[in-house]
């Protein structure tokens, strides 16, 4: 079954900083998608990118996509401490029967120093 | 912006027992999704529902789980006979079209 493995598990940066956070899956997908949890609660959506697109660009979102890697990378430029948060990554499989079903990574942790 | 809402925020069980909770998904979306996140674990799959009926599930989803739209809106997941493994954070989500999925802010299960 595929995966989405994001790294590292944990990021600890100042704020103003950049930070960058890797995904990697093993099968065909239809799209990969990043979302975002605050502790202990619910997932909030901030991009979505399809497999026929390399780059995408949201705010201060920047989210690459390497289908012949199978792998992903987001970077949140110029943090916050309000960025402090678990980022996960999530793939939509090609051959599913499903549509829109998700598999997630294990997620990034991504702590921003004031 | 169109909200996915799910109740109670919290359910404590005993072991055995019964449990159900409720999602409200956005209105005129016809894909449904049950997720679960053990604590510290990644969100799993548990099944996705369309045109009333199940279109497919995970292999978490066993016997003691089924999920109902009773009334046309609200969407349901009842676990029949609960156990200590169960305790997780339950997520309704939505097909959100272009945009990725609408996730529901979540319910946290305790079985005791």
């Known amino acids: 079954s595929q995966q989405g493995e994001e790294d590292p598990q944990a990021l600890s940066i100042q704020e103003g900083e950049n930070a960058t956070m890797n995904c990697s899956y093993k099968t065909s997908i239809n799209n990969l998608q990043w979302y975002r949890q605050n502790s202990g609660r619910g997932l909030v959506h901030l991009i979505l990118?399809?497999?026929?697109?390399r780059e995408k660009h949201s705010g201060r979102l920047r989210v690459t996509l390497d289908t012949s890697k199978k792998s992903s990378s987001l970077l949140i430029t110029a943090s916050r401490a309000a960025d402090t948060a678990s980022y996960f990554c999530?793939?939509?499989?090609?051959?599913?029967?499903?549509?829109?079903?998700?598999?997630f990574g294990q997620g990034t942790i991504l702590t921003v120093h004031p | 912006e169109p909200e996915v809402t799910q109740t109670p925020s919290h359910q404590v069980t005993q072991m055995g027992q019964e449990v159900i909770l409720h999602c409200v998904p956005i209105?005129?979306?016809?894909?449904f999704y049950w997720y679960r996140q053990i604590l510290g674990q990644k969100v799993e799959f548990l099944v996705s529902?369309?045109?009333?009926?199940?279109?497919?599930k995970s292999e978490i989803f066993d016997d003691q789980f089924s999920v109902e739209r009773p009334d046309g809106s609200n969407f349901t997941l009842k676990i029949r006979s609960t156990k200590l493994e169960d305790s997780a954070m339950y997520f309704c989500?939505?097909?959100?079209?272009?945009?990725?999925?609408?996730f529901g802010s979540g319910t946290r299960l305790t079985v005791v």
């Open positions: 209105s005129n979306h016809l894909y």
């Open positions: 999530a793939t939509a499989y090609a051959g599913g029967t499903s549509y829109g079903k998700l598999t």
């Open positions: 990118i399809r497999s026929n697109e």
């Open positions: 989500a939505n097909q959100g079209g272009l945009g990725g999925e609408t």
């Open positions: 529902f369309y045109n009333n009926e199940i279109s497919e």
